[in-house]
């Protein structure tokens, strides 16, 4: 049986937007019932490339993800892992990317891994070198229509905080009156929030949480509730009655940043009638007062320190390690620092039972492959060479699109299309509706000649950069294999080529290099 995989994604968690998720997978299930199908789908935008559904696939097909130092995330083939398929079938672009970036990892899982990409919707696959500045096109105008969508939204955005209007429809402790754009108290959850507003005046966040959790209260959602989500709602000035817009701007649509924290002091907070307060505004600044004064006291929710390995440490999971410090007791009146996964701290082990280690594991670990990183990725560096090599042939043994001979055909309609309208100038009026159908066709004959130049002049232009890449990818990777034999790196340098650090267990670390 074919194995193939298949890609649905919708844009919010919303029920009509959840029906056209499954509607997507039923549709992919009886087109390709005689395949052995693995389906992998998300809720969110398509702009990112950070979406776990999308990761999971690019990584089931044989890549590994990097995130550039702007932001960006990006895709490379690993040189030992094969494919657990050879096609990925989508129903619509749109739905697996609104990025023009996606192009090139198209390339990257047909040019290293022979995984294909078919769109169902416009009939394309991206092993089929006719079909890629199609789809180049129809990716390029999806992300611009991102953009100007983004555009709109930001005036819109302007709008509402001239008129002080309720965005924020959905939050735990109201409900929403649409036609008055007014924020309505459920008594129930207006409860929950000033047991949790009084909770916080005395206790910090951890303790808060696990006091509301025993007394039986959720979320919105249903979840249980955390530090950061009690955290969120008391300091959110809408529980005293005010309306706060400005607290972040986008900065790159297409980057992992996507918005920016905005400074206290450019925000716009305004008291605001259709907003029913949920506690007073004494309440309020009581319980700020306080959590100001514990930060203070003991550095809660600050950053003491910035790690160099912060981000690195990265669990089976696919959440990010963070330091923690042991309680300290009588007989090790010393805090310890270590290393707990983020989803089994944030959710308990139920969630994840990977295990904690020790801050002197991971600087063992890092020391001795800082010693000996040329010679543990001599091998993938030079396997790496032979693949880029390879692909400098297929480009140079590709098809040449002759231009000259395009740009030649067009001269030649445009001349004659010179005639045509000399000749309709000095004709009768009955000649003239002859001629003018002979220039209609001539122009639309000119048109498609003219894109036709302009599509292969971007291939050719896609082509050399391509080429280019290839050649400062060889260098840089050479450069590595002729560095000096016992040569180590710094732990510094060394973290600089580490991408992450996979904890597998307590005694099993690996690493992912970034080689290019």
């Known amino acids: 049986m074919n194995n193939i995989a298949c890609y649905i994604r919708v844009s919010t968690d919303k029920s009509d937007q959840q029906n056209s998720l499954e509607h997507q997978r039923a549709m992919l299930e009886s087109k390709y019932s005689e395949s052995n199908i693995t389906m992998y789908s998300d809720t969110g935008t398509g702009t990112s490339f950070n979406r776990k559904g999308f990761k999971q696939l690019l990584y089931d097909a044989g890549l590994n993800m990097r995130k550039l130092k702007d932001g960006r995330i990006t895709f490379e083939a690993d040189v030992i892992r094969e494919p657990l398929f050879k096609e990925i079938v989508v129903l619509s672009y749109s739905r697996f990317s609104r990025n023009i970036a996606i192009i090139d990892i198209l390339r990257t899982l047909w040019d290293y891994k022979k995984v294909y990409v078919r769109f169902l919707d416009v009939n394309k696959c991206s092993n089929e070198t006719s079909d890629m500045p199609y789809l180049q096109m129809l990716f390029t105008m999806a992300e611009n229509e991102v953009a100007e969508t983004s555009k709109r939204t930001k005036r819109g955005n302007q709008t509402t905080i001239i008129q002080n209007k309720i965005r924020n429809n959905s939050i735990f402790g109201w409900t929403f009156n649409r036609e008055t754009n007014s924020l309505i108290a459920d008594e129930e959850e207006k409860k929950v929030v000033e047991f949790i507003f009084q909770t916080a005046l005395t206790n910090g966040l951890k303790l808060t949480a696990k006091i509301v959790n025993e007394k039986g209260y959720r979320t919105k959602k249903g979840n249980l509730w955390t530090d950061s989500t009690i955290k969120t709602l008391i300091t959110n000035p809408k529980y005293k009655g005010y309306n706060v817009r400005n607290k972040y701007t986008s900065e790159n649509l297409f980057t992992e940043s996507k918005v920016k924290y905005v400074p206290k002091k450019d925000w716009v907070i305004k008291k605001n009638d259709r907003i029913e307060p949920l506690v007073s505004e004494e309440l309020w600044d009581s319980v700020q007062y306080a959590l100001h004064q514990r930060c203070i006291a003991g550095n809660k929710g600050q950053n003491a320190r910035i790690y160099d390995t912060r981000g690195k440490i990265k669990c089976r999971c696919g959440a990010s390690y963070n330091r923690a410090v042991t309680t300290t007791v009588a007989s090790r009146p010393l805090a310890q620092h270590y290393l707990i996964c983020g989803n089994k701290k944030k959710y308990t082990k139920s969630y994840c039972n990977s295990e904690n280690i ?42 040449v699109i002759d231009i000259k001979n395009k740009e030649a055909e067009l001269k030649k309609l445009k001349s004659k299309m010179e005639r045509l309208i000399d000749t309709f100038l000095s004709s009768s009026e009955t000649m003239q509706h002859i001629v003018e159908k002979k220039i209609n066709e001539l122009e639309s004959k ?3 000649i003219e894109a036709d130049i302009n599509r292969c002049k971007s291939i050719n232009i896609d082509k050399e950069k391509h080429k280019r890449d290839i050649v400062n990818k060889i260098a840089k990777l050479k450069l590595e294999l002729n560095k ?16 992450s650090i996979i904890i597998e267990s307590k005694t099993k670390f690996r690493v992912v290099y970034n080689l290019d």
């Open 358 to 399: 020790t801050v002197g594991m991971l600087d063992s670990f890092i020391e001795e492959q800082r010693k000996n990183y040329y010679k543990n990725v001599q091998l993938q560096i030079q396997i790496k060479i032979i693949q880029l090599q390879e692909d400098m042939v297929k480009v140079n043994n590709s098809d």
């Open 484 to 499: 000096a034999e016992g040569k180590e790196l710094t732990r510094q340098e060394w973290l600089y080529k580490v991408n």
């Open 446 to 448: 000119i048109k498609v």
